[in-house]
């Protein structure tokens, strides 16, 4: 189980574990600079679960263009804001293990996203 406190994000995240959980999905195999980059404009486009779920999937895209497999992590985040939303956190393995890298790279700890 991931200890959400023990890990807050230092762009702005705080301890939010939707915000952590959207972070380390478009950070994973992404450069943090690029996910800096792209981070503000998702959580100002949409900010809540519910925002995200129903975004256009080619918007997503857009924002995250040039961080690795951006047309794929934008599946996987409306996927993830849908299960989110639904109550069932993390039913997807991908998404699992991309909160896991998050949560346990020391590399990234304290550096924000």
């Known amino acids: ?3 959400w406190q023990a890990h807050p994000i230092e762009s702005g995240q705080g301890g ?4 952590i959980a959207v972070c380390a999905l478009v950070r994973y195999k992404a ?3 690029a996910a800096r980059r792209t981070l ?3 959580f100002e486009r949409w900010p ?3 925002d995200l779920m129903v975004a256009p999937t080619v918007e997503i895209a857009e ?15 409306k996927r993830l804001a849908r299960d989110w939303f639904l109550g069932m956190i993390f039913p997807n393995k991908t998404i699992a293990k991309a909160v896991n890298q998050y949560s346990t790279n020391k ?4 550096k924000g996203i």
Not at 16 to 19: A, Q
Not at 107 to 110: P, R
């Open 48 to 50: 809540e679960p519910a």
């Open 31 to 33: 450069s943090s600079k």
């Open 63 to 77: 924002i995250l263009q040039g961080i690795a497999l951006h047309h794929r992590k934008a599946r996987q985040l």
């Open 40 to 42: 503000p404009t998702l």
């Open 1 to 3: 189980m991931i200890d």
């Open 16 to 19: 939010d574990p939707w915000r």
């Open 107 to 110: 590399s990234l700890l304290g």
